[in-house]
């Protein structure tokens, strides 16, 4: 089955410890990415990679580090994670073709700071 | 910045009625995509609009792309309680490879 997995679902940990959150697509997508979603502001895309080895800041990458070492990998870190990083986080994978096509979107990581 | 800003914020229907939401955004853009998200879920694709095409249509769903007003409407026609959900649109801006910008989405309620 085609999707996108992220892990883990749910976390809950406190400022300043390091995590990551991983992300795994098996359907061979250049494109990957990383939103957060906080309530009233719809999706804002943290990082994104158009390919192995090449990744590039979306409008809030402060606080995220993010490694693109395989096609199917896209983990995103937090190498000191505050509380105002408290949110959901998705990630999402599609094909490039002539621009971005159809985004394939994980279920979602909610992450709790405190 | 979110490139793209949907209106209304919230739409409450009728099972049966049709449902109009509109984004609107800000540069050239290479597609506009629209999405479903069911409460705390991941996001659905349901079509994309090329920026050479003005309509799509895909079941009860029609999509229309006006470039001159940068703007997009979605119908969701004949509406079911199943189609309670917040939708949001998604532009790929031309001047910005590789970013994917949303709006802060409608959230439509459909009673039966």
């Known amino acids: 089955e085609a999707q996108v997995t992220q892990n883990p679902r749910y976390l809950i940990t406190v400022t300043g410890k390091k995590l990551t959150v991983t992300c795994s697509q098996n359907m061979n997508h250049e494109y990957m990415s990383w939103y957060r979603q906080d309530p009233g502001l719809g999706l804002r895309q943290i990082y994104y990679?158009?390919?192995?080895?090449?990744?590039d800041k979306g409008d809030v990458p402060e606080g995220y580090k993010v490694s693109r070492k395989e096609k199917r990998n896209f983990p995103l870190i937090l190498e000191s994670p505050s509380p105002n990083q408290t949110s959901l986080y998705f990630c999402?994978?599609?094909?490039?073709?002539?621009?971005?096509?159809?985004?394939?979107f994980g279920p979602g990581t909610r992450l709790t700071v405190l | 910045s979110q490139q793209g800003e949907e209106d209304p914020q919230a739409l409450s229907i009728q099972e049966g009625e049709n449902a109009t939401m509109n984004c609107s955004y800000k540069t050239s853009i290479n597609n506009l995509q629209w999405y479903r998200q069911n409460s705390g879920r991941g996001l659905v694709h349901l079509i994309l609009?090329?920026?050479?095409?003005r309509e799509k249509h895909s079941g009860r769903l029609r999509v229309t792309l006006d470039t001159s007003k940068k703007s997009s409407s979605l119908l969701i026609t004949a509406s079911r309680a199943a189609d309670t959900a917040s939708y949001f649109c998604a532009t790929d801006a031309s001047d910005s490879w590789g970013k994917l910008q949303f709006g802060a989405g409608t959230q439509v309620v459909v009673t039966p």
């Open positions: 609009i090329r920026s050479n095409e």
């Open positions: 990679s158009m390919n192995v080895e090449v990744t």
């Open positions: 999402a994978s599609s094909f490039v073709a002539g621009g971005l096509a159809e985004q394939f």
